[in-house]
């Protein structure tokens, strides 16, 4: 074996090069000190030149191990893109042993990678493009089973629509306050779990009622905490119907309890997914049978009222900008139960304060997060993601890329000019983008609200039939109502919202647009004093108005877009793609992602994404034959859809 060594004591870039045979090796590894204390190392396997005056890794995939992972490393097998590359033993000398099992010739190299950058310039496993909650949870997944990643954000805070915004001593949420899947106990907990695994607890406040809903006919019920109050207060309003209620709520919770059994993790990893089916084969075959059906007709076996399924239509609603018979069904049971299972919990502070956790958390695992990082393209290299281009120019590469951005920002903008691969296609043939909607973030005098107020309210007065419709129906959100820091002494925020087009924005001079946002606002607020808070008009200290289009400009999501919603009656989740793409090496993750809208359904789809790319970049056991068979029956499945 030859073997050539150079130091760059500037970079810190140690280069081992090997000879075997006529087969060339690399390794390369970037060292990291604190004083002259080694305290971290980063290696890379690559084929490379072997004149040293013009080493050119080539880089097949890089490792990054902290200080103590470097001395208590023994046997380490190494992989990339599904191929066993070899082992190398770290021996107490300080050197490494690279004995190769199959390798790939410098032009099959050259094909991966294509392209001659160093190995410092790629030595991320993962960028994300994105910092939502999806983003996130993708990112400190990843970083916690050891993966060095770095997480880009257009805007200066992380959090996209779970972020937080300051005024006048208010601290606005904005986005949804209502937090699944933040208690304490259960599998479903993955919030929770989310900041556990960054050494992260935030501080909650118990929220008695999910929501009060104030329907048509005045029909008013109350989502107690306690399941039992719940379906006290639905069967009376519904006594002729106690039977069905029970049947379907049932039906929901033995879905949930299915989940809550399970760990949760990719379903696109086939070593995981059939590891799960052979230790509870009836709770995979519960959610096997569901995963095709929707709420509404399930609710349809058993109820027969239609004002009582209208309402289980405002109960999907609300959750997924659609009615029952669009909701999948184990979508519909995750939120339906969970209220009452670990119930709903406020953060103290906000809900900003959970992406803050998370980013810090993501830093203290030895990752990265930049701010004001605008990406403007994933760059490609023969077919391969392989680094992002920002809207500075400045560049940075890794081994896989995840997407946090929507599926019609990523394919669209992000990969602009590229043809929309087939799988999107289908994509936009099954889910079109959500209306946007108007959210008005307003401070008043404490003294309008009734004592007893609850915290969220969904609003539709008069007209079932305008569930739906643009600005039809009011969510209402008042978090001072738990948590009174938010605001000044004195004062509740109040936080509206209703789905609203961006069409109706476009086009208007400056001066007619805001006009219109006081508009339309006023009138929203109007309902609102009419049917819960009169005098709310005259005890309004504080008013900001966002439209559709100040939902793209902030969220960075196309036309504003609240998620993605089905086009038609959907197949349950069938048609709801995974994290991996088309594109080699690009991950989506967020709710254009399995299993949509949701701070909770983001999360999820961040837990699956990191266990996807961790298994892909040799992080988590990995299987290519199965991964290949499963990844076709998953994709077949979604044409089905
Ligand atoms: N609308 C609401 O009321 C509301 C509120 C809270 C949460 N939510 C839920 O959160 C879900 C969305 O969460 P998510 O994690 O999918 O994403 P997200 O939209 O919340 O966050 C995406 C983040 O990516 C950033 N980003 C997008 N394109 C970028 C680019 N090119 N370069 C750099 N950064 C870029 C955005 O600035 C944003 O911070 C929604 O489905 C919704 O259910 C909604
Ligand atoms: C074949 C295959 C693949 C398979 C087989 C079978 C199996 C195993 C399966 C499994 C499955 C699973 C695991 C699934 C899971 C799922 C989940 C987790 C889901 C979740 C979901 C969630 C959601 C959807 C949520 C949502 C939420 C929301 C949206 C919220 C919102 C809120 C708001 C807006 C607020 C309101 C307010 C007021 C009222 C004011």
Redesign the pocket.
């Known amino acids: 074996m030859l073997q050539f060594q150079s130091v760059d004591p500037q970079r810190n870039l140690v280069f081992h090069c090997y000879k075997l045979g006529d087969m060339n090796f690399g390794q390369v590894g970037t060292l990291g000190f604190r004083g002259d204390k080694l305290s971290s190392m980063g290696l890379g396997f690559c084929s490379c030149q072997l004149q040293l005056g013009s080493l050119r890794p080539r880089n097949l995939g890089n490792r990054f191990m902290s200080g103590d992972q470097v001395k208590t490393m023994g046997l380490e097998g190494y992989k990339h893109g599904g191929v066993e590359l070899g082992v190398y033993r770290w021996s107490r000398s300080g050197s490494c042993v690279v004995r190769p099992r199959s390798v790939l010739s410098v032009d099959e190299v050259v094909e991966r990678e294509g392209n001659g950058r160093t190995g410092e310039e790629k030595q991320y496993d993962a960028i994300v493009i994105g910092s939502g909650i999806g983003g996130l949870v993708a990112a400190t997944q990843l970083a916690v089973k050891g993966a060095r990643v770095l997480v880009l954000e257009k805007y200066v805070i992380p959090g996209g629509s779970s972020g937080f915004y300051q005024r006048d001593g208010y601290t606005f949420d904005v ?4 937090m ?2 933040f208690s304490d106990k259960g599998n ?1 907990n ?1 919030i929770t779990q989310a900041l556990e695994a960054v050494g992260c607890k935030m501080q909650v406040i118990p929220d008695p009622t ?2 009060h809903f104030h329907l048509p006919s005045n029909l008013s019920v109350r989502v107690h905490r306690q399941y039992g109050e719940f379906i006290a207060e639905l069967t009376k309003n519904f006594p002729h119907e106690k039977e069905g209620i029970l049947k379907f709520y049932n039906e929901c919770w033995k879905i949930f309890n299915a ?1 809550n059994s ?1 760990e ?1 993790k990719s ?2 990893e086939p070593i995981y ?1 059939f590891g ?2 052979f230790q509870k084969p009836l ?3 519960t ?2 049978y569901y ?1 095709p059906q929707n709420a509404g007709d399930i609710a349809r076996k058993y109820i027969k009222d239609p004002q009582l399924l209208s309402f289980i239509d405002a109960e999907c609603f ?4 659609v009615n029952a018979l669009q909701t ?1 069904m ?3 049971s ?2 339906l139960c969970d209220r009452h299972f670990g119930g709903i919990n406020y953060p103290v502070g906000g809900v900003g304060g959970i992406a803050k956790s998370l980013a810090k958390g993501l830093v203290e695992n030895g990752s990265e997060i930049l701010y004001k990082a605008n990406v403007t393209s994933i760059i490609l290299a023969q077919g391969k993601a392989v680094g992002v281009k920002l809207s500075d120019g400045r560049e940075f590469f890794a081994k896989t890329i995840v997407s946090n951005a929507t599926r019609w920002d990523t394919f669209g903008k992000l990969l602009k000019g590229e043809e929309l691969p087939k799988e999107e296609v289908n994509f936009q043939k099954v889910y079109v983008k959500a209306p946007s909607f108007l959210s008005i973030h307003m401070g008043v005098k404490a003294e309008v609200l009734p004592p007893d107020t609850d915290c ?3 609003v539709l007065e008069n007209d079932w039939s305008r569930l739906e419709e643009p600005y039809g129906s009011i ?3 008042i978090p001072t109502m738990l948590d009174a820091s938010l605001a000044p002494e004195g004062r509740h925020i109040l ?1 509206i ?1 209703t789905t609203s087009p961006i069409e109706d924005w476009k086009g208007l001079p400056l001066k007619d647009y805001e006009a219109k946002k006081e508009l339309v606002a006023d009138e929203i607020i109007s309902r609102l004093e009419k049917k819960l808070f009169p005098g709310l008009k005259s005890s309004i200290v504080f008013k900001e108005v966002g439209t559709p289009k100040t939902h793209r400009r902030y969220l960075a999501r196309d036309n504003g877009t609240y ?1 993605p919603m089905p086009r038609r009656t959907p197949k349950g ?1 069938l048609g709801m793609p995974f994290n991996t793409t088309a594109i080699h090496g690009l991950y989506c993750v967020g709710d254009s992602c ?8 983001v999360a ?1 789809s961040g837990v699956m994404c990191a266990h996807r790319v961790a298994a892909d970049i040799g992080l988590e056991k990995k299987s290519p034959v199965l991964d290949a068979a499963l990844l076709r ?2 994709g077949w ?1 979604r044409t089905l859809a």
């Open positions: 986005g949804s306050s209502v699944f899947g479903l993955l999910t929501v989940l399970l949760l379903l696109e997914l799960q089916f709770e995979c075959l959610l096997a995963l609300i959750v997924s900008t999948p184990i979508n519909a995750m939120v969220h309210h969904f969510f209402l959100s936080h919202f998620g989740l399995f299993p949509g809208q949701g701070v909770i359904a999820f029956l998953l499945l």
